[in-house]
């Protein structure tokens, strides 16, 4: 993958990479873009496509000043996105595979995309493309922010459910106390009532190592992807 001088844009590492310029081309012209701020970014890309082998399947990345210029090429198409410099392409490649799966879905595209115009497919498939690049720049397009969300969700889960066994414990143990103030009952409604107790506190003890098993395996899971250990 070619890239050079990458470097997060500012110092924070906390802020979302932002797709700010993504459009389709074949060999001669870009069919349709979308882009987020107001830079001529279709010089650029020109500049980049004029000397670019289109032919087969790959992944490259091209450093622009303090930006960059990722690309997949498609056998004759090329699929492009412009981010700020980073060293984490994960994001903007996963942004260009959804933009070219979503491209592929309209036969009829990929057919009329050789001998297309410029910005001949602006109509067809503009729509698609503003909802997948602002889907992306909010988190909610790649996996890794799926995957984010879902965990965040079984933390909530997790903490609620943590909530109510502690309530739990308290009425039992309350419960517990009352019953050995019941002297009148019998040493034999004691014990009976201690193992009903003791049941119920194992009952909870189980329930919570589950959640707590549970929210380790999507934690796992999250920290592979991001690492790159296993793919989705």
């Not at 070619?2 to 979302?16: F, I, L, W, Y």
């Not at 001949?120 to 889907?135: A, K, M």
């Not at 079984?154 to 739990?168: A, G, S």
Request: glycine residues 6%; hydrophobic residues 40%; neutral net charge.
């Amino acid at each position: 993958m070619a890239s050079a001088g990458e470097t997060e844009k500012g110092n924070s590492q906390h802020v979302r990479l932002q797709i700010r310029h993504s459009c389709v081309c074949n060999r001669q012209y870009i069919l349709m873009s979308h882009q987020t701020e107001p830079e001529n970014y279709s010089p650029v890309v020109y500049s980049i496509l004029g000397n670019l082998d289109v032919e087969g399947n790959r992944k490259l990345t091209f450093p622009i000043d303090r930006f960059q210029m990722h690309v997949i090429v498609d056998n004759g198409l090329v699929f492009s996105c412009i981010t700020y410099k980073t060293n984490h392409h994960y994001m903007p490649f996963m942004f260009l595979e959804t933009f070219q799966r979503k491209f592929h879905e309209i036969p009829s595209l990929v057919s009329r995309s050789v001998h297309a115009r410029e910005n001949e497919f602006d109509r067809d498939f503009g729509p698609v493309l503003t909802t997948i690049v602002y889907e992306f720049n909010i988190g909610r397009g790649d996996k890794i922010s799926q995957l984010q969300v879902q965990v965040d969700d079984v933390k909530r889960i997790m903490l609620d459910n943590v909530e109510k066994v502690m309530q739990r414990g308290e009425d039992l143990d309350n419960l517990l106390t009352k019953t050995e103030s019941l002297e009148s009952s019998g040493g034999a409604f004691r014990r009976r009532t201690r193992e009903v107790v003791m049941r119920a506190k194992c009952k909870n003890l189980k329930m919570w190592l589950v959640i707590g098993g549970i929210l380790g395996v999507v934690l796992t899971v999250a920290i592979l992807l991001i690492f790159g250990v296993i793919h989705m």
